[in-house]
């Protein structure tokens, strides 16, 4: 990992499975970073009703028991894969990091909503490009994954 903006920034899948593997309690997410998201309050607000939520949406990145023995760095892949249409939709700046911290709450989409948040990395945008080829991939053994926001 490079430094950037205060935080290191994992540039590969490897680097980011390693972490994962080292390290659970983790969970991406997606905004301007913690610059921004860890100010007087550290919460975050539904889109749809305006209400505070208790603590930041998150989506987790720790390896489920059912994923058994398959590739840590396909998870991650996945992981990755699922949420980056936010950049897309949430506009200019919105970009992924890792973070440690308790998760207090679910939001709307049953999201984990985190607190006592310690900011770990930045994602690089070439991991999430190489998330979407490892996801396609996958395709023929998968099935196809209907995402738009590309």
Same mark, same amino acid.
């Given at each position: ?5 205060? #935080? ?7 680097? +980011?499975?390693?972490?994962?593997? =080292?390290? *659970? /309690?983790?969970?991406? $997410?997606?905004? =301007?970073?913690? /610059?921004?998201? +860890? ?12 209400? =505070?939520?208790? @603590? ?6 720790? &390896? %489920? !028991? ?5 590739? $840590? ?8 894969? !699922? ?5 897309? %939709?949430?506009? $200019?700046?919105? *970009? ?6 308790? %998760?207090?709450?679910? @939001?709307? !989409?049953?999201?984990? +909503? &985190?607190?006592?948040? =310690?900011? #770990?990395?930045?994602? !690089? @945008?070439? &991991?999430?490009?190489a998330a979407r080829d490892e996801v396609a991939r996958q395709e023929t053994q998968w099935g196809p994954l $209907?995402?738009? /926001?590309?």
């Amino acid at each position: 990992m490079s430094s950037s903006d205060d #935080l290191p920034v994992a540039r590969s899948l490897a680097e +980011l499975a390693d972490l994962v593997i =080292r390290q *659970r /309690g983790l969970f991406v $997410r997606w905004s =301007r970073g913690p /610059g921004t998201d +860890l100010g007087a309050v550290a919460s975050s607000i539904d889109d749809l009703t305006g209400i =505070r939520m208790s @603590g930041l949406s998150a989506n987790p990145l720790d &390896v %489920e !028991d059912w994923w058994d023995d398959r590739s $840590r760095t396909l998870w991650v892949a996945r992981r990755l894969y !699922d949420y980056a249409h936010l950049p897309h %939709e949430k506009g $200019r700046g919105v *970009r992924p990091w890792v973070l440690a911290g308790r %998760e207090t709450g679910r @939001g709307p !989409d049953n999201e984990p +909503l &985190v607190t006592d948040v =310690r900011p #770990l990395c930045w994602i !690089d @945008g070439s &991991v999430i490009e190489a998330a979407r080829d490892e996801v396609a991939r996958q395709e023929t053994q998968w099935g196809p994954l $209907r995402r738009t /926001g590309r």
